[in-house]
């Protein structure tokens, strides 16, 4: 089985400059209109479809990435330099602690890790 994300978007050139620096993905061939991202290792990893849309992105996703990190706050710190936005305070639960971000489209995504002893 393989396993492809397929993100709706406006502008897949835009968003594949986001995507490959903050996941580390190579951008392959734009056949409008899907932009494809692939993992740097043929390891199992998912290939992230850019899709574009006519229509903006409307209300919560139902589907989001999640982007697991040892550091949390730097990692956020990278992809807001990036430009994610932060969109929420920090959550703390089940022993994870993570913040939600969203793309330059609007698209959410979590940053997360585990949370320190006592949380």
Not at 2 to 24: K, M, N, Q, Y
Not at 59 to 80: P, S, Y
Not at 90 to 103: H, Q, T
Request: charge should be negative; charged fraction near 25%.
């Amino acid at each position: 089985m393989h396993v492809t994300i397929v993100l709706d978007c406006s502008d897949p050139e835009r968003l594949a400059h986001f995507w490959t620096s903050a996941i580390g993905y190579r951008r392959e061939a734009y056949k409008p209109p899907y932009l494809s991202l692939l993992p740097p290792k043929q390891d199992g990893s998912p290939e992230l479809i850019l899709q574009r849309v006519a229509e903006p992105k409307a209300g919560k996703n139902r589907m989001h990435i999640d982007l697991h990190t040892i550091d949390v706050d730097a990692e956020c710190d990278r992809l807001m330099a990036l430009g994610a936005i932060r969109v929420g305070d920090e959550i703390v639960e089940g022993g994870f602690r993570w913040y939600v971000l969203a793309d330059p489209e609007g698209n959410e995504f979590c940053v997360i890790g585990r949370a320190s002893e006592g949380a």
